[in-house]
T-cell receptor
Framework: DAKTTQPTSMDCAEGRAANLPCNHS???????VYWYRQIHSQGPQYIIH???NNETNEMASLIITEDRKSSTLILPHATLRDTAVYYC??????????????FGQGTILTVHP | DTGVSQDPRHKITKRGQNVTFRCDPI?????LYWYRQTLGQGPEFLTY????????KSRLLSDRFSAERPKGSFSTLEIQRTEQGDSAMYLC???????????FGPGTRLTVL
């Protein structure tokens, strides 16, 4: 699976949009971009994933650049409960990887009142 | 609550003892994963089951570690002759398919004294 690079930490004011960047310059054509988050003392939680097109669900939006070398996770109206570590993961959905997730260090997002 | 449960939530043991953890995945999920997470790091893949078959094991899974999923439902992870370096959070996740989102349990925190 391709390696990802994320900022170590970010801050965001409550009610504002949180934009979390991720670089994955070595991504290959059959690899998806997944985002998970981990709130303190809990297991990771799936947020969203995409291949080429931008995606939106009830939690967030995922913007993937046209060359697929980077992406941005957008939390449109951050709340205090969104304070967590956010992991960007590039994943080969098939083949011999069996879908395992390769986590990096992630970005610690702190939402301030 | 994701529907994945783990037991126990916390385990304190002395070096050299054996410990066993249990994971109950979401009932219709035939894929099951074990991960390990040490303080300040992202989770690391340990092993993967498709139904009762263990299809992949990480190099992190030394000979002291063994995992089973005897009937394709719950899974156990046993660590023999525990060492202080085994202290970590052990996470279980399940999914319907390899490209589907993984649902994580709350984890078992192991402390080896």
């Amino acid at each position: 699976d391709a390696k990802t690079t994320q900022p170590t930490s970010m801050d965001c004011a409550e009610g504002r949009a949180a934009n979390l960047p991720c670089n994955h310059s070595t991504i290959s054509g059959n690899e998806y971009v997944y985002w998970y988050r981990q709130i303190h003392s809990q297991g990771p939680q799936y947020i969203i994933h995409g291949l080429k097109n931008n995606e939106t669900n009830e939690m967030a939006s995922l913007i993937i650049t046209e060359d697929r070398k980077s992406s941005t996770l957008i939390l449109p109206h951050a709340t205090l409960r969104d304070t967590a570590v956010y992991y960007c993961i590039v994943r080969n959905a098939g083949g011999t990887s069996y879908g395992k997730l390769t986590f990096g260090q992630g970005t610690i997002l702190t939402v301030h009142p | 609550d994701t529907g994945v449960s783990q037991d126990p939530r916390h385990k304190i043991t002395k070096r050299g003892q054996n410990v066993t953890f249990r994971c109950d995945p979401i009932s219709e999920h035939n894929r099951l994963y074990w991960y390990r997470q040490t303080l300040g790091q992202g989770p690391e893949f340990l092993t993967y089951f498709q139904n009762e078959a263990q299809l992949e094991k990480s190099r992190l899974l030394s000979d002291r570690f063994s995992a089973e999923r005897p009937k394709g439902s719950f899974s156990t992870l046993e660590i023999q002759r525990t060492e202080q370096g085994d202290s970590a959070m052990y996470l279980c996740a399940s999914s319907r398919g390899t490209s589907d989102e993984q649902f994580f349990g709350p984890g078992t925190r192991l402390t080896v004294l």
